[in-house]
């Protein structure tokens, strides 16, 4: 079965940290998902990529499809990026695989 | 404005009573799917339909059904409520599987 592993679990980290959330995910995922859902519950899609790189702000996603990984980064961190980002994999039938989650606090 | 729409937001209800969750999008998307998020478990898909008249078992299909007849709606069933169906659901649409999802702000069911 196709898994998508996330890490770290939790991150605490200081205003103005540069942020890494790694994903791993199995043979079969063909492209990637990363999402944020606010500490009020609602979900954004952040991106969606397949090969390369991709930058949205201070927000950047690549993956590496050799390696079967996936990375989100954030410069210059702030508070209010504080969430749960998730990644999900999309697998030959089109069917997303979510990993678990990664819930990130920036204190001030 | 573009957006998904679930009803209700919140509901409480007890086992045995048929209850359907609404979902519509106004972005003339083709994909849409049921989620349910729990505690420790993450998102995990329920059903899922790439166009009208066009639906898929996710991971957990169990105690749910689906109907797409129109492309703007996708509606959650449960026929028969279980406790264990108490959970956080979200509907989501996009163009297709491989495009950025939206996602609606989710409905809190507690099945008693």
Redesign the interface.
Known sequence: KNEVEQSPQNLTAQEGEFITINCSYSVGISALHWLQQHPGGGIVSLFMLSSGKKKHGRLIATINIQEKHSSLHITASHPRDSAVYICAGMDSNYQLIWGAGTKLIIKP | EAQVTQNPRYLITVTGKKLTVTCSQNMNHEYM?WYRQDP??????IY?S?NVEVT?K??VPEGYKVSRKEKRNFPLILESPSPNQTS?Y?C?SSF????????G??TRLSIL
Not at chain 2, 40 to 45: K, N, T
Not at chain 2, 96 to 103: A, C, E, I, K, Y
């Open positions: 799917s420790g478990l993450g998102l995990r898909q899922y790439m898929d996710g991971d956080l979200f989501a297709g599987p491989w495009s950025p999802q939206h996602f702000d989710g």
